[in-house]
């Protein structure tokens, strides 16, 4: 297979363990793929170049093992690489000016690739990150949407939770590193009263919801137009807190959710997305979010196989489906 017919650049750092699911099928299958850490690895061991001229571009990137050229990219799979950081040897205003160049410089070459596949485009998920975003996206798309507010005036979250007689919680908009007494905590999904709530709500935007009265969660992990779905049966309203306590299994996507989810990949642009939602008795599947990047490896062997393999496909192929 020569250059020609293109390598996969896989951008995640070192210890991601759910890439290393799908390079061992492009192994397999003997696709040339690249790992690189652009945070990190173009400190040490890398290098990146472009030109851009009249009529063309050009590009390389070389690393401890091999020279590739950027116009032969097929596939770029943007998983989780390192942030940019700096070079450790720098210090303060130096640092961060060197991370900011890089975050722009490097980070720029690598979203431009021309005639690669990306999986996703870093600025599709960027702008699918958003839960406002979402939210807005997901009625658009005809999902059914749990009553939402995203508010910093008190008064108003004070009114929104107490109008609800099932209830309503409280979700973080973005998952920020949060830490009490030097130790790491994450701020789970929760209920809440509206006697709890303060004027420090106004510190900035909370997002408050209906309390779904679901029966179970379910996990649609969408590759293109394959759909992976997985029953969540968790004691907790968020299964995510104790992964341990719950308990998944295969289920089939309604096609009203299938078409939804279609529709919202297309919104956005993405070729890959991890979607949540709250079943009801009835039936009903309540969108919650959808993360454009989400993780999978977590879920039953039989499931995360055929994800593992859907991503594999794309990647190979080098286009959409």
């Known amino acids: 297979m020569d250059d020609r017919s293109g390598s996969v650049l896989v951008l995640t750092n070192s210890s991601d363990v759910t890439a290393d699911a799908v390079l061992r099928l492009l192994a397999e299958r003997r696709v040339p793929v690249v790992r690189l850490d652009p945070g990190t690895d173009l400190l040490t061991a890398a290098s990146l170049t472009a030109t851009y001229r009249t009529g063309g571009q050009r590009g390389t990137l070389r690393t401890s093992s091999r020279e590739l050229d950027l116009t032969a990219v097929r596939s770029v799979w943007v998983r989780r690489p390192s942030p940019y950081e700096g ?6 205003q130096d640092r961060r000016f060197a991370a900011s160049q890089a975050f722009w410089g490097a980070g720029g070459i690598l979203a431009s690739l021309p005639g690669a596949h990306y999986l996703n485009h870093p600025w599709d998920n960027r702008a699918a990150e958003y839960k406002p975003a ?21 008064r108003e979250a004070r009114e929104f939770t ?4 099932g209830g309503a919680v409280y979700k973080p908009l973005w998952n920020t590193s949060y830490s009490v007494d030097g130790q790491a905590r994450a701020v789970w999904v929760r209920e809440v009263d509206g006697s709890e709530i303060t004027e420090a709500v106004a510190a900035c935007p909370h997002l408050f919801q209906a309390k779904v009265p679901k029966v179970f969660d379910t996990r649609v992990t969408a590759v293109g137009s394959r759909l992976f779905g ?3 049966d968790s004691p907790d309203l968020d299964w995510r807190h104790r992964q341990d306590r719950m308990r998944c299994s295969p289920i089939d996507v309604p096609t009203p959710v299938a078409e939804s989810i279609a529709h919202y990949l297309a919104t956005f642009a993405l070729a890959f997305g991890a979607f949540d939602f709250a079943v009801t008795a009835d039936g009903t599947w309540y ?15 039989g499931i995360t196989d055929r994800i593992a393999h859907a ?3 794309r990647l190979e192929r080098g286009h959409d489906e």
């Open 134 to 154: 979402q939210l807005a996206a997901a009625q658009r798309c005809g999902f059914h949407v749990p009553h939402t507010l995203i508010t910093d005036d008190a």
């Open 162 to 165: 107490s109008c609800h007689d």
């Open 287 to 301: 969108f919650l979010e959808c993360n454009p990047n989400g993780q999978w490896a977590w879920q039953p062997t």
């Open 230 to 232: 997985a029953r969540i």
């Open 87 to 92: 070079p450790p040897d720098l210090d303060g």
């Open 311 to 313: 991503i594999a496909d």
